[in-house]
């Protein structure tokens, strides 16, 4: 290697070596999660309400949130916390939307929605997913008539 190749090398060295991760990850395929609440009507779903415990979301993690929805969700939203007991009664808790890829969504469908925490922390999750109501009140594949 010339004194300009090894140069080269040394100056790329970090950009090689950052895309791979040191943090703990699980290799696995999603656990399927069949928790949560969905509505009467089956047009909401949450993995728990407020006051319940957060679901665990450490690094890597993969979930299958089956939603019982009655078509695959419009919308999905997800909320990430420190603590299962994100908001606890004896005072304040803290509790955001997720961004980045701190809840990667890997597919959503009439069944579930497949998360991933993509992320080097442990968190704990709640979910929320909904679609609309049927007309006919007899669920269906979506779309115009």
Known sequence: MTKLGAIAFVAILPALTACSSTCPREDEDARPFK???TTADRTYYETNAWNEDFIDFPAGRRLALVHGLAATPIEVRSYLAFRHDALPKEGR???????????????????SVDVRND??????????ASTVPDPDGGGGAGGSP
């Open 35 to 37: 928790g949560g609440n």
């Open 93 to 111: 808790g803290v509790v955001a939307e997720s961004a980045g890829n701190q809840v990667l969504i890997q597919r959503v469908d009439e069944t």
């Open 119 to 128: 992320t080097c922390e442990h968190f704990y999750l709640r979910l929320v």
